[in-house]
Structures are given as C-alpha cells and as structure tokens.
C-alpha cells in the first residue's frame, strides 16, 4: 500500500509540474503575442509624460536642482516635485520598455542592448548615443546628466527635437540594424583615416566597441 501511495503521489507531483509548465508556455506565447500592442501604450504614456514636462518649463526656468527650485520660489518647488514624479514614471516606462521588448524578442538581454541602441529616440541618428559615437568614437556615458534617466534627461527631452519613443519589436530591430550599419561605417572612416583599415583591425575595434555597448547597455538596464 505504502509503495503504491508513494507512486501515486509522485505521478500527481509530476501532472503538476507539467501542468505548470505548459501554463508558463502559455503565458510566454501571449505575452509576445500582445507584446507590440502593450508597448504601443507605453509609447502614448511616454509622450504624455513628455507634454507635462514641457509644461513645467515656465516655473522652472534655469533651474537644476532642487535647492535653486526653492531658493526660486513655491510655484518653481513645487513644478521641481512634479518633476521628479515624472522622471520616476519615466524610470519605470523604461524598465518596463525592456521587459515587454524582450517578451516579443524572446531575450531579455538582447532587448535590452536593443533598447539601448535605438530604442529610445526615434532619430536616433541625431541624438543619444549616436551622434556623439560617430562624431568623437567614444560611446556615451550614461552617467551623463543629458542622457541618464534623471531631470536633466526629461526636459532635454521636452526642450528639443528629439523624439522619443517606444517602438514595436519589429521597429526596434529595424532601427537597431540601420544603426550598427551607421556605426561600422562611421568605424571604418575613422580607421582608414587613422591607416588602420583592414579585415583584422576592423574586426577587433567592433569586438570591443560592443563590448563597450554591452557594459553600458548593462548600467542602463541596471539604474
């Protein structure tokens, strides 16, 4: 009897465990399948997020911190507090920016270094990370006040032409593959004005150019 009951609870055990796989399955196969429809949402909060930013310009000013928000007065306090409630929404679109991504993608990882590479601005081309990339061959600090996720980042983003987004995943891939087609070419001139062109020099500069977008797509995804 007792042999029985032990492979019959085991038998039970093993129904489960795959009944809960197979849920998992599920859940992963219409996480992607709404994937772009769930980031699409994202992308009209993010805007919406952007439009109140730009309307706190007026009470902020030349303002940069919180202590000049007071020194400025109520009205300039209490935009600075509005602020950094949207840069919190903000933080938080980001992160979840790269988890829907990667449902749709299939790897969080790999999402994640495709949100950092052009995920974020729709011109990428003329702003964040690859302008300057092309310009000095240096990738972007994100440390950097104009391109970390904090104040500064915001209202660059409410006070100029950049246009931010959250692209579907085809989109994303789209992007990304136009812009590491930019960045080789912006390698290989570099290179051949330096005399350094060439098959093995090329490939060891784009070896440790993304193991630099790695670290950095890291610290990103990381806050």
């Known amino acids: 009897m007792g042999g029985a009951s032990t492979q019959y609870f085991a038998l039970e055990r093993q129904a489960l465990v795959l009944a809960v796989e197979d849920i998992g399955a599920r859940l992963s196969t219409t996480r992607a399948a709404f994937a772009d429809t769930a980031l699409a949402v994202l992308d009209a909060e993010l805007h919406t997020i952007v439009a109140k930013v730009r ?3 007026p009470a902020l000013g030349t303002v940069r911190t919180a202590e000049q928000a007071i020194r400025k007065g109520s009205d300039a306090a209490a935009a600075w507090a509005t602020l950094a409630g949207y840069v919190d929404e903000y933080r938080r679109l980001r992160g979840l920016q790269v ?26 081309e003329e702003h964040d990370p690859l302008k300057s990339y ?10 950097e006040p104009a391109y970390a996720d904090g104040p500064a980042h915001l209202r660059w983003i409410a006070g100029t032409d950049v246009l931010a987004w959250v692209p579907s995943v085809p989109t994303l891939r789209a992007a990304a593959e136009a812009t590491t087609k930019a960045r080789n070419a912006a390698d290989h001139e570099r290179l051949v004005a ?10 060891r500069h784009r070896t440790q150019v993304h193991r630099d977008r790695q670290f950095i797509a890291a610290r990103q995804a990381n806050g």
Do not use: F, M
């Open 194 to 203: 330096k005399g350094q062109a060439g098959p093995a020099a090329e490939a």
């Open 99 to 124: 988890s829907v991504t990667a449902d749709g993608h299939g790897d969080h990882a790999d999402a994640a270094a495709l949100v950092a590479r052009a995920g974020r601005y729709a011109n990428t």
């Open 134 to 143: 092309i310009a000095t061959g240096t990738e972007v600090d994100p440390d």
């Open 55 to 57: 309307d706190l310009e």
